[in-house]
């Protein structure tokens, strides 16, 4: 893709989270342990799901996609935001900002439709016992996978040629910590009337349809969980219900005001932004897998077996 502008602008200056060198410090110290978390605990779901034939099915199968997608999420953020708490010039380059963009909208649409693909596998499980099998079938589910990078990946082309159109004025400096198209706009010389309505219609629709079919599956969800009579089934449920809403929710909640309120540079914008793209990718592996019994007894085989490789 042709990222080149027609200014002559060729950099960005980030502003970041603060601008004290002591808070920098402190704040390098936090997102690197948040993202050394991210990663690690998606890696390990990775690994997990890959070597242990017991989590071999379509659950899991959505699950090490969702773990890759975060990984790629939060490795199109993080590392230029600790790079630039640490450095005294912090500045992105026009194709490097588009660039990020341009990954930041694939993998946050891919990951929207994934969610929304494992909200619909748990409602064939728990909805339909019966027919799981023969609904989430193997085919089935890498279709529905591809489905969701294809969907992410249409949504970032109809967005960003348009961007790189923009005329950029003498104004360079961003108030965030990354990239985001919305921070673009108020930059802009040329009219980004087009780009914003655009923007609006693809994230209203993509957001709308993947969040209504996932709160649509969770609501059949819960109408079945009230039917069982045991207790702790029922408690149990609910719990992993609301943990997975929880960061369903937090996830839907903060990208739609990021990116449909208007952009003044309020910090209320920087909190949204790290809540969905920094904050989610980290919980996502401990939400969906590691409260999982299933999940820790095959990270006990997995770690066994490494260790008998190692003596």
């Known amino acids: 893709m042709d990222f080149r502008n027609h200014s002559t602008m ?25 993202y050394l978390l991210t990663v690690t ?27 890759f997608i975060d990984l790629c999420f939060s490795s199109v953020i993080v590392p230029k935001m600790l790079e630039n708490l640490l450095s005294k010039k912090k500045t992105i380059s026009v194709g490097g900002c588009l660039s990020q963009i341009f990954f930041l909208f694939v993998t946050a649409g891919t990951e929207a439709c994934l969610l929304s693909v494992m909200a619909y596998d748990r409602y064939a499980a728990i909805c339909h016992p019966l ?18 990078w294809s969907l992410g990946i249409l949504d970032t082309l109809i967005n960003i040629p348009l961007a790189t159109q923009m005329d950029f004025c003498e104004t360079q400096t961003i108030p965030h910590y990354s990239c985001e198209l919305p921070s673009l706009f108020p930059l802009s010389c040329s009219d980004v009337s087009t780009n914003l309505i655009v ?5 209203i629709s993509h957001g709308l ?3 209504l079919s996932i709160f649509y599956s969770y609501g059949c969800i819960v109408s079945t969980i009230l039917s069982i009579r045991s207790r702790s089934g029922r408690s149990k449920a609910f719990s992993t219900c609301s943990s997975h809403l929880f960061t369903v929710s937090l996830f839907y909640g903060s990208g739609f005001l990021r990116y449909l309120m ?29 409260k999982n019994k299933e999940v820790k007894a095959a990270l006990k085989r997995t770690v066994g077996m490494y260790l008998q490789c190692f003596r």
Not at 264 to 288: A, C, D, H, K, R
Request: aromatic share 12%; charged share 5%.
């Open 262 to 290: 208007p952009t003044s540079g309020s910090p209320l914008e920087l909190i949204f932004s790290l809540q969905y793209n920094v904050i989610t990718p980290m919980l996502n592996p401990l939400i969906y897998s590691l």
């Open 131 to 148: 027919l799981y099998a023969q609904v989430m079938r193997k085919e089935w589910c890498v279709q529905l996978v591809w489905v969701s």
């Open 41 to 67: 605990g998606n890696l390990m779901m990775l690994l997990v799901i890959r070597t242990d034939s017991h989590l071999h099915n379509p659950m899991y199968f959505f699950l090490s996609h969702l773990s």
């Open 10 to 34: 060729t950099e960005f200056i980030l502003l970041g989270l603060s601008a004290e060198p002591h808070i920098q410090a402190l704040l390098f110290v936090l997102f690197l342990g948040i």
């Open 199 to 203: 923007m609006f219609c693809s994230i």
């Open 209 to 211: 349809a993947t969040s």
